[in-house]
């Protein structure tokens, strides 16, 4: 099956560093999503992101379909951008189904 | 309303009882999902249900009992589970295919003792 990978897989920052976490997928794809888990274990949808370059607020998300990869931006980091972040692709064939990476624990100190 | 409201949030249950786990969203999403989480894990795909019907049942055992009421109602029947259930179970709606708009619920925390 697809194989979903991030990197790094922990990260630690001061407050007001910026990051770029990466995620790269092993088949095509025609959707990709990013989401943050916060401690509580709130999943939220930061960016539906197939391909191309979206941005809202102090995070952007780029996805090159053809090289199989996307990246995470953030800036100017917050303690409350503390977390997990995932990567989840949906395939183009086979099960219509989410498959997650195994994510990256940010944690961002005062 | 852009939520996904799951209840309830904790769940202490015996071996030997039986719950149920409910969730509920008012978006118009047509596909809803039940994932599985373990500490320091990815989210796993347990059941998805496209339209009112179970399109795929990632071979989960018997003891976890899905059922769709509605378009906007998803229950996850719990019965004889074993320790090793104990997990944050996610609800999650999508606007169908593509999963364009996927929203998870906040979870319930199931300790199973």
């Known amino acids: 099956g697809i194989q979903v990978e991030q990197s790094p897989p922990d990260l630690i920052l001061q407050e007001g560093a910026n990051s770029t976490l990466r995620c790269n997928f092993s088949d095509s794809v025609n959707n990709l999503q990013w989401f943050h888990q916060n401690p509580w274990g709130q999943l939220i949808n930061l960016f539906y992101?197939?391909?191309g370059t979206k941005q809202n607020g102090r995070l952007s998300a780029t996805t090159v379909a053809t090289e199989r990869y996307s990246l995470l931006y953030i800036s100017s980091s917050q303690t409350t951008d503390s977390g997990v972040y995932f990567c989840?692709?949906?395939?183009?064939?086979?099960?219509?189904?989410?498959?997650f990476g195994q994510g990256t624990r940010l944690t961002i100190n005062p | 309303d852009t939520e996904v409201t799951q209840t309830p949030k904790h769940l202490v249950m015996g071996m030997t009882n039986k719950k149920s786990l409910k969730c509920e969203q008012h978006?118009?999403?047509?596909?809803m999902y039940w994932y599985k989480q373990k500490a320091k894990k990815p989210p796993e795909l347990m059941f998805v249900?496209?339209?009112?019907?179970?399109?795929i049942n990632e071979s989960v055992p018997s003891r976890f009992s899905p059922e769709c009421p509605n378009s906007s109602l998803l229950n996850l029947h719990l019965h004889a589970l074993q320790p090793e259930d104990s997990a944050l179970y996610l609800c999650?709606?999508?606007?169908?295919?593509?999963?364009?708009?996927?929203?998870f619920g906040s979870g319930t925390r199931l300790t199973v003792v």
């Open positions: 992101i197939p391909s």
């Open positions: 989840a692709v949906f395939l183009l064939q086979g099960a219509q189904k989410l498959v």
């Open positions: 249900y496209s339209y009112e019907k179970l399109s």
């Open positions: 978006m118009g999403h047509r596909a």
């Open positions: 999650a709606s999508s606007q169908g295919r593509h999963n364009y708009g996927y929203t």
